[in-house]
């Protein structure tokens, strides 16, 4: 990727001492714009918005185990319209404010 001042910015891709890895767009050294973000530990991961290194617009999470959440975040967390999908196919559609579904929505 390209430098801006000795930072990370514009397209690229890091790894992490931890095993994890970020591809996509950055802004003096965060991820921001449109990117992936793998968790190696956890077998997770995230491909959506960001902003200053936090899942921020619409994007989507997916485990391992088939489960997903596909819909908007704020500040990192479930904020918005949003849906669910549990390993078992069961699907869960709805609001979300702070990672959690609003009821009655």
Do not use: P
């Amino acid at each position: 990727g390209q430098h801006h001042c000795g930072l990370a910015q514009g397209n690229g891709r890091m790894h992490l001492l931890n095993g994890d890895v970020y591809e996509g767009e950055f802004l003096l050294e965060k991820a921001h714009g449109i990117g992936t973000f793998i968790w190696s530990s956890k077998l997770v991961s995230y491909h959506g918005e960001f902003k200053h290194n936090e899942r921020n617009g619409f994007g989507k999470m997916q485990w391992i185990n088939g489960a997903s959440y596909e819909g908007y975040w704020k500040d990192d967390k479930k904020h918005g319209r949003g849906t669910f999908t549990f390993e078992d196919g069961k699907v869960l559609k709805g609001e979300w404010k702070n990672n959690k579904r609003l009821k009655n929505a």
